[in-house]
């Protein structure tokens, strides 16, 4: 399994990114992606979650109040490809995001409790000047 983060980069207060997280190694369909973010001395959180099964697609929300409405979660099953759409950019903003892999069923429903993700990336990172 090997997931790469990519998109991150330095960005002014009010900006805009797009974060692009490509899978390889497993079937892509069957599973869920989250993004995840770890700012300076802070723990890691969820930010938005999406995943498919039986033609359906699943998300969680954004976790965080701060980001609602700015960042937006998106797939693209044709590349294997899971995008974070970053709108409206602030410096508290400003962390390593990494994208992670996590399996959910019925029974195993997708959370954003980062224990279901089993596979991470390396993460990229984003800063934003003020």
């Known amino acids: 399994v090997q997931l790469r983060a990519s998109g991150g980069g330095l960005v002014q207060a009010g900006g805009s990114l797009r974060l692009s997280c490509a899978a390889s190694g497993f079937t892509f369909d069957d599973y869920a992606i989250g993004w995840f973010r770890q700012a300076p001395g802070k723990e890691r959180e969820c930010l938005s979650c999406i995943g498919s099964s039986d033609g359906s697609t699943y998300y969680v929300d954004p976790v965080k109040d701060s980001v609602k409405g700015r960042f937006t979660i998106s797939r693209d099953s044709a590349k294997d490809t899971v995008y974070l759409q970053m709108n409206s950019l602030q410096p508290e903003d400003t962390a390593v995001y990494y994208c992670?892999?996590?399996?959910?069923?019925?029974?195993?429903?997708?959370?954003?409790?980062?224990?279901?993700?089993?596979?991470w990336g390396q993460g990229t990172l984003v800063t934003v000047s003020s």
């Open positions: 992670a892999v996590a399996s959910f069923s019925r029974a195993n429903p997708l959370t954003a409790d980062e224990n279901q993700y089993d596979y």
